[in-house]
């Protein structure tokens, strides 16, 4: 069994911390019901699991403020699963990849540029490895720029394309893994 540094196998390191994540969000009434909330509920789950301390390989140990925007900006993300895209769009009635992202943002309390060029240039850089809820995730399509947000689990949420609506994508897909273009940290802490 592949062993993490320092300590415990992967399987025991990752269904432990997945226990006591869904524990606290059902003490918390965090779990959503029905099918589609239940999603988002998991993708949740999944997601806070890799901010809690010796839950992530990765080395940042966000602090408690941090980790409040980082749920903030995943419950709002989250939370527009089903909405519309719409071109110019960054509000309910419709988003498009940078308007969304803006708006989960503002919503957070946090200020960002709005386009997805600007949104690249505003940001720190993340090597693909230390990828963490929220952090912004850049795409290459069809000649433009297209930005997602990080969910956590290897996923995303975007507003993809006209006639589609704000989905959670896995980035491990041969179409996003072939554009992916980097990805940035918009948080500053």
Same mark, same amino acid.
């Given at each position: 069994?592949?062993?993490?540094?320092?300590?415990?196998?992967?399987?025991?390191?990752?269904?432990?911390?997945?226990?006591?994540?869904?524990?606290?969000?059902?003490?918390?009434?965090?779990?959503?019901?029905?099918?589609?909330?239940a999603?988002?509920?998991?993708? #949740? !789950?999944?997601?806070?699991?890799?901010l809690l301390?010796?839950?992530?390989? !990765?080395?940042? /140990?966000?602090?408690?403020?941090?980790?409040? #925007?980082?749920?903030?900006?995943?419950?709002?993300?989250?939370?527009?699963?089903?909405?519309?895209?719409?071109y110019?769009?960054?509000?309910?009635?419709?988003?498009?990849?940078?308007? $969304? #992202?803006?708006?989960?943002?503002?919503?957070?309390?946090?200020? !960002?540029?709005?386009?997805?060029?600007?949104?690249?240039?505003?940001?720190?850089? !993340?090597?693909?490895?230390?990828?963490?809820?929220?952090?912004?995730?850049?795409?290459?399509?069809?000649?433009? $720029?297209?930005?997602? $947000?990080?969910?956590?689990?290897?996923?995303?949420?975007?507003?993809?394309?006209?006639?589609?609506? #704000?989905?959670?994508?896995?980035?491990?897909?041969?179409?996003?893994? /072939?554009?992916?273009?980097g990805?940035?940290? $918009?948080?500053?802490?």
């Amino acid at each position: 069994m592949r062993r993490m540094a320092g300590s415990q196998p992967v399987a025991t390191f990752a269904s432990g911390c997945l226990h006591r994540v869904t524990r606290a969000a059902r003490r918390h009434g965090a779990i959503p019901t029905g099918a589609h909330a239940a999603m988002r509920g998991a993708a #949740v !789950v999944l997601a806070l699991a890799g901010l809690l301390p010796g839950c992530s390989p !990765v080395r940042h /140990e966000p602090g408690l403020r941090e980790l409040a #925007v980082r749920q903030a900006l995943l419950e709002t993300a989250l939370g527009q699963i089903g909405r519309p895209y719409r071109y110019g769009g960054g509000d309910g009635d419709g988003f498009d990849c940078s308007g $969304l #992202v803006h708006f989960v943002y503002s919503e957070a309390g946090v200020t !960002v540029p709005r386009t997805a060029a600007d949104q690249r240039r505003a940001g720190r850089k !993340v090597p693909q490895r230390e990828l963490q809820p929220g952090d912004a995730v850049f795409f290459d399509v069809d000649g433009g $720029l297209h930005v997602a $947000l990080y969910v956590g689990d290897g996923r995303v949420i975007h507003a993809p394309s006209r006639g589609k609506d #704000v989905r959670l994508t896995a980035l491990a897909l041969p179409y996003w893994r /072939e554009r992916y273009a980097g990805a940035v940290t $918009l948080l500053d802490f």
